[in-house]
Every structure is written in structure tokens, then in C-alpha cells.
């Protein structure tokens, strides 16, 4: 996060963004749930440019076995970032910042799944970034919680996440690459719109206690909009799967 080079303008006159959107305007979300056969559960998630998929594998046996826990199950996330998902290739493998949001994804999701239900298992979350373009920590998140709802896994809730941010001195939701770049604060969170519960803050950058407060309220109202989303990914998920069971059923009865 540097200053704005000056031939770059994140916000015009009319309070508008580089991509056309207001300060409290999100960028378009998809997701589609249940998108792999071997995988217990799966999402593939479109935020703007970001494309990215979920597997879940598990509960299942903990290995290596010394990381088992005997009263709990353990959630394990790979977040990867593909080479060609950024515009200079990004070497392969786990790097700093990959082991980073890993570890804050894991901890935010072993803090809504029952893991007390799976002694000694451990959950295995695998992130994929397809594409990025800023935001990809919590468009990783969000996929993650429709792909472990859709692999069946008892958890108290969903979590929407997104990251708000600051870019010419103005509060402004859901960043791009440009704003996440040139802007001067990046706050990721992931809330649980039910009961306000916040399951991921970081910050990157300074925003002063009424920047913060107007943040929130951004996040607030993003994570019930990014809720509803997941919701209905699954809700179609699901439709589908009724649908091809009274298939089969009928086919049965022809038979
Ligand atoms: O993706 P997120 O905003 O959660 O994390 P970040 O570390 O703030 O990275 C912001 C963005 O920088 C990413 O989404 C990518 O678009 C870009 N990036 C990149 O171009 N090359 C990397 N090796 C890492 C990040």
C-alpha cells in the first residue's frame, strides 16, 4: 500500500470509483455451490475479477497424527494463489502471505463449525485463486463456508466476508486491485450478520475511530447482502440434488 502516483485518480469529483461504483457499492458476487464430484464439498465463488473454488474433504482421520486433537476436530486450510492468477506470475507454492491467510481462514472457520462433534479429525479446506484482483482472503472465506455447509459439516452459521477500505481519504467498500494498490487501508472482516459476531479483523494501514465506525457499517450491511448469496447457492444446490433424486425415483417406478 503506497501513496496514489498522481496520474492515478481512485475516486472522481462525483464521489465515483475507477470501476463505476459508489463508496458503499459492492462488486458483483456469484456462487455456485457444489461444483466438484470428489470433493465432499465445494463452491466456486465471482466477486468482480476474483474467481475462486473451495473443496472441503472431511472430517477425516488427522494426519499427521501428532496434530490430532482428541476432544476436537481440527480445520485445515490451504489457501494458493495459481501462478497465472496475477499479472506478474506469482511463484508457486507456499509463501509468507499464503501461510498468513491460511491460518486466519482456519481459525475464523474452527470458530463456527462444531468441532467437538469430530474428535481426533481433522476438516481439510483447499482455496484456490484463480484469478485476483483484491479481496481474495475473503472471497476465499466466503467460498470456504458454502463449501463446508454443502459438504455437510454441522457449523452455527455461514460467514460472509469482505474487506473495506480506504482510497483518497474516503471510506470505501469491497476494494479492487487498484484501490487495495494505491489506497491507504485495508480491512478485512467476516461477520456473521445473525448475531453480529466478527470472526476475522485485520487491518493494514490507519483509519481513525470514525473511519473505523463508518467501516463497520459498511461490512455490516455487505455481509448480509454476501449471506444471501451464499444462502441461495445453496438453496439451488440443494434444489438440484431433489430434482435428480425424484428423477431417479421415477425412473425406479418406470422400471
Ligand atoms: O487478496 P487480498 O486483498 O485478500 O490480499 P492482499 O495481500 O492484500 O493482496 C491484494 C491483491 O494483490 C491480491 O488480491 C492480488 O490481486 C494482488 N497480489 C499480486 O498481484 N501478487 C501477489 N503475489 C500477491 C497479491
Given at each position: 500500500?503506497?501513496?496514489?502516483?498522481?496520474?492515478?485518480?481512485?475516486?472522481?469529483?462525483?464521489?465515483?470509483?475507477?470501476?463505476g461504483?459508489?463508496?458503499?457499492?459492492?462488486?458483483?458476487?456469484?456462487?455456485e455451490?457444489?461444483?466438484?464430484?470428489?470433493?465432499?464439498?465445494?463452491a466456486?465463488?465471482?466477486?468482480?475479477?476474483?474467481?475462486?473454488?473451495?473443496?472441503?474433504?472431511?472430517p477425516?482421520?488427522?494426519?499427521?497424527?501428532?496434530?490430532?486433537?482428541?476432544?476436537?476436530?481440527?480445520?485445515?486450510?490451504?489457501?494458493?494463489?495459481?501462478?497465472?492468477?496475477?499479472?506478474?506470475?506469482?511463484?508457486?507454492?507456499?509463501d509468507?502471505?499464503?501461510?498468513?491467510?491460511?491460518?486466519?481462514?482456519?481459525?475464523?472457520?474452527?470458530?463456527?463449525?462444531f468441532?467437538?462433534?469430530?474428535?481426533?479429525?481433522s476438516?481439510?479446506?483447499?482455496?484456490?485463486v484463480?484469478?485476483?484482483?483484491?479481496?481474495?482472503r475473503?472471497?476465499?472465506?466466503?467460498?470456504?463456508?458454502?463449501?463446508?455447509?454443502?459438504?455437510g459439516?454441522?457449523?452455527?452459521?455461514?460467514?460472509?466476508?469482505?474487506?473495506?477500505?480506504k482510497?483518497?481519504?474516503?471510506?470505501?467498500?469491497?476494494?479492487?486491485?487498484e484501490?487495495?494498490?494505491?489506497?491507504?487501508?485495508?480491512?478485512?472482516?467476516?461477520?456473521?450478520?445473525r448475531?453480529?459476531?466478527?470472526?476475522?479483523m485485520?487491518?493494514?494501514?490507519?483509519?481513525?475511530?470514525?473511519e473505523v465506525?463508518?467501516a463497520?457499517?459498511?461490512a455490516?450491511?455487505?455481509?448480509?447482502?454476501?449471506?444471501?448469496?451464499?444462502?441461495?447457492?445453496l438453496?439451488?444446490?440443494?434444489?438440484?440434488?431433489?430434482?435428480?433424486?425424484d428423477?431417479?425415483?421415477?425412473?425406479?417406478e418406470?422400471?
Open positions: 500500500m503506497s501513496g496514489t502516483p498522481s496520474d492515478i485518480k481512485l475516486i472522481d469529483e462525483n464521489g465515483i470509483r475507477i470501476d461504483r459508489k463508496a458503499d457499492e459492492m462488486r458483483p458476487l456469484k456462487i455451490a457444489g461444483v466438484l464430484k470428489r470433493a465432499d464439498g465445494s466456486y465463488l465471482e466477486w468482480g475479477k476474483n474467481k475462486v473454488i473451495a473443496a472441503v474433504y472431511g477425516r482421520e488427522c494426519h499427521p497424527r501428532h496434530m490430532q486433537n482428541p476432544a476436537k476436530a481440527i480445520v485445515q486450510c490451504k489457501y494458493n494463489m495459481m501462478s497465472f492468477s496475477v499479472s506478474d506470475r506469482k511463484r508457486p507454492g507456499p509468507r502471505r499464503s501461510i498468513e491467510i491460511s491460518k486466519i481462514i482456519s481459525e475464523a472457520l474452527e470458530n463456527v463449525v468441532t467437538e462433534n469430530f474428535p481426533r479429525t476438516i481439510d479446506v483447499y482455496i484456490e484463480l484469478q485476483a484482483n483484491a479481496g481474495t475473503v472471497a476465499g472465506l466466503t467460498a470456504a463456508s458454502v463449501a463446508l455447509a454443502d459438504a459439516i454441522p457449523m452455527k452459521d455461514l460467514v460472509p466476508a469482505v474487506a473495506v477500505g482510497a483518497e481519504g474516503q471510506i470505501v467498500l469491497d476494494l479492487n486491485k484501490e487495495d494498490n494505491f489506497g491507504s487501508a485495508d480491512l478485512p472482516i467476516a461477520m456473521i450478520p448475531t453480529g459476531e466478527v470472526l476475522l485485520q487491518m493494514d494501514g490507519h483509519m481513525t475511530m470514525e465506525e463508518i463497520l457499517g459498511y455490516k450491511k455487505a455481509c448480509q447482502e454476501i449471506y444471501e448469496v451464499q444462502k441461495d447457492a438453496r439451488r444446490r440443494y434444489a438440484a440434488q431433489a430434482g435428480a433424486v428423477e431417479d425415483d421415477s425412473s425406479d418406470e422400471a
